[in-house]
């Protein structure tokens, strides 16, 4: 069974509007929550980290948050452009070596 | 600078033949991961270098997969006598260290398909 989870696992919004991302996972003991955007035929970028002392991490118009407790994270992404269009990545590390754990993606497409 | 990138960017083989796939870290990063990515899956951990330290290994599907790392640099990918379920997108990605927070740099990837 996938220790990380991603919901939905795809939407389509449109754009200039705003859309949330879920991640839950059951990776234990925890070290950091990545999220990656991953354009089609590229290798994922990261777009933010959070160790378990933080609870939310912005970069431009993604926000993330997390909560260690419940092991859930969300992405928010804001005013959304036609290049937020691409797979949105939950990776868990729960390993001190950086081993990840990546969830399935959630895919957005933004349309005009 | 320079990412990290991957050779060739797409690969079609016949079933039986073996294939060998290029990684070029960036440079100075001592940590190499190997990852592959099928249709609609999430990616899956194959194998992980770190320095001179022997590879972690536990991620790869079978006997027929393998990996080398040389000089701590550049590191090849072998898949012998492939399966059509080889299929995928290998990717490679590089760290400056393991652990923590530090960030994985990730390649374009290789598309393998095998016939």
């Known amino acids: 069974k996938n220790q990380v989870e991603q919901s939905p696992q795809s939407l389509i919004i449109l754009e200039g509007k705003n859309c949330t991302l879920q991640?839950?996972?059951?990776?234990?003991?925890?070290?950091?929550l990545r999220w990656y955007k991953q354009d089609t035929g590229r290798g994922p970028v990261s777009l933010t980290i959070m160790t378990f002392s933080e609870n939310t991490k912005s970069n431009g118009r993604y926000t993330a948050t997390l909560d260690a407790d419940t092991k859930q994270s969300s992405l928010h992404i804001t005013a959304s452009q036609l290049s937020d269009s691409a797979s949105y990545i939950c990776?868990?590390?729960?390993?001190?070596?950086?081993?990840?754990?990546f969830g399935a993606g959630t895919q957005v497409v933004v349309t005009p | 600078g320079a990412g990290v990138s991957q050779s060739p960017s797409n690969k079609v083989t016949e079933k039986g033949k073996d294939v060998e796939l290029r990684c070029d870290p960036i440079s100075g990063h001592t940590a190499l991961y190997w990852y592959r990515q099928s249709l609609g899956q999430g990616l899956e951990f194959l194998i992980y270098f770190q320095g001179n330290s022997a590879p972690d290994k536990s991620g790869l599907p079978s006997d027929r997969f393998s990996a080398e790392r040389t000089g701590g640099s550049v590191s090849t990918l072998t898949i012998q006598r492939t399966q059509q379920e080889d299929s995928a997108v290998y990717l490679c990605?590089?760290?400056?260290?393991?652990?923590?927070?530090?960030?994985?740099?990730f390649g374009p990837g290789t598309r393998l398909t095998v016939t």
């Open positions: 991640c839950n996972y059951t990776v234990s003991p925890f070290s950091n």
């Open positions: 990605a590089s760290s400056l260290f393991t652990g923590g927070a530090y960030e994985q740099y």
């Open positions: 990776v868990v590390t729960g390993e001190s070596w950086g081993k990840l754990q």
